[in-house]
């Protein structure tokens, strides 16, 4: 093949993936409809004003677009009750609830997390007032060292947003991206099945 001439129009790969990169970040930064006809401008690598809504509550904060949700809200926002175990998104500690979903805050990047609305364990409780889920995590006993029970305690949380009334199979699957080393997963079963802890109140 014939060496391609200095003036002769050509797309290398790094110029691809510069073009692809930035467009993906310009489209977390800006919302899909906003980017939509605008030029493609790189973000970062230094950091960038972003805004998070957090437990009702607006966050404004500088990261490089590279910082996870749960770097954020952890070692930037001191929000701490969510937790960092494996940090590869396989153990379901870090849970948090976006727009009525779940998500692993560990494999979310905090810059593409604009405009929704993000809730954490410290947002169930109205002050010292258990969130049902929370209470009926304590009096099944659904924990044991604590580390696991912020993630198992959103997921439950979402789950019964969604269906107030699951069956054992349905708690399960719902459940079943969250580890407990400490084995306790009878007892987290039976405080998501608890018919108080039903009674959720919606965030």
């Known amino acids: 093949m014939a060496p391609r001439k200095k003036d002769q129009p050509g797309f290398s ?3 691809f993936l510069k073009t ?3 467009g993906g970040v310009a489209a977390g930064v800006l919302g899909p409809k906003a980017a939509e006809g605008q030029a493609v401008k790189a973000v970062g690598p230094g950091a960038v004003p972003i805004q998070l ?3 009702g509550k607006v966050h404004r ?3 490089e677009p590279r910082v996870t949700l749960l770097d954020a809200v952890r070692n930037r926002l001191n929000i701490t009750g969510v937790k960092r175990v494996c940090d590869r998104g396989a153990c379901g500690a870090c849970t948090m609830i976006v727009d009525g979903e779940t998500v692993y805050a560990c494999s979310t990047l905090a810059i593409e997390m604009q405009g929704k609305m993000i809730r954490t364990v410290e947002g169930l409780a109205e002050g010292t007032v258990l969130h049902p889920v929370q209470q009926a995590f304590c009096e099944h006993d659904g ?3 604590g580390f696991c029970t912020p993630g198992f305690v959103t997921a439950t949380v979402a789950l019964l947003e969604k269906n107030s009334k699951p069956t054992k199979e349905q708690a399960r699957r719902a459940l079943d991206g969250n580890i ?9 079963l ?3 099945l608890d018919p108080k802890a039903s009674g959720v109140r919606r965030g």
């Open 20 to 22: 692809v990169g930035a």
């Open 13 to 15: 790969r790094r110029t």
């Open 143 to 145: 924990l044991m060292c």
């Open 61 to 63: 904060l500088e990261v």
């Open 180 to 188: 407990c080393r400490c084995g306790t997963y009878a007892r987290v």
């Open 53 to 55: 809504n957090i437990n």
């Open 190 to 192: 039976e405080a998501a």
